[in-house]
């Protein structure tokens, strides 16, 4: 049986007063959608960076994260482009989200309180480093970057050489 926690108490900003307070669409969501406050068009490989009209006090051990809507990705070639944007619990400006249209032929209108992305809050956990000579080892040790095979061809048909070139670089590492 799965147990409901509590939410986390999170103190909010409206750097906007008519900006809806963002909220849960489902009881089961992760995310909470996010609007912009400015409307925006944005042509074909055009990026934008759109207030939302919010910033908040994370609670320390917390941060947010910008993540993009499937909808817009699917319908609209929207995507962010530091997916996903952090949040750093410290930071309390306005909540930014820096969206680019990579439809080819297509414009992205956004009118003002469109929801534009949706925000992650989770734990985040700090690390302490300890530097040694030799790691311990492990099954997968330094594969990586398609490794484990069943990758996509890149550049037509003679992309999977150059596919083969990227992991060649990485071995020599
Ligand atoms: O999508 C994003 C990503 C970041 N931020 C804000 C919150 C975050 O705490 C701050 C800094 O973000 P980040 O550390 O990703 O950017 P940076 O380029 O490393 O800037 P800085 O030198 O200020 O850390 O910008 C946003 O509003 N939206
Ligand atoms: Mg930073």
């Known amino acids: 049986m799965s147990e409901r926690r509590n939410p986390v108490d999170v103190l909010l900003r409206r750097l906007d007063p008519e900006v809806p307070v963002p909220s849960y669409g489902h009881p089961g969501d992760a995310g909470l959608d996010l609007v912009t406050t400015e409307a925006a068009d944005l042509a074909p490989g055009e990026r934008a960076v759109l207030p939302t009209g919010i910033s908040l006090a994370l609670p320390d051990g917390y941060a947010a994260f910008v993540h993009p809507r499937s909808g817009l990705a699917a319908r609209c070639g929207l995507a962010l482009v530091n997916a996903p944007g952090?949040?750093?619990?410290?930071?309390?400006?306005?909540?930014?989200?820096?969206?680019?249209?990579?439809?080819?032929?297509?414009?992205?209108?956004?009118?003002?309180?469109?929801?534009i992305a949706q925000l992650v809050v989770q734990q985040v956990e700090k690390v302490r480093f300890h530097e040694v000579a030799e790691l311990p080892g492990s099954a997968r040790a330094e594969g990586g970057f398609g490794s484990t095979g069943g990758h996509a061809a890149v550049g037509g048909s003679t992309g999977g050489n150059e596919y083969a070139s990227v992991g060649a670089d990485w071995e020599g590492q």
């Open 86 to 115: 952090t949040v750093d619990a410290g930071y309390r400006g306005e909540i930014k989200v820096i969206v680019v249209n990579l439809d080819p032929r297509e414009s992205v209108r956004f009118e003002r309180f469109d929801r």
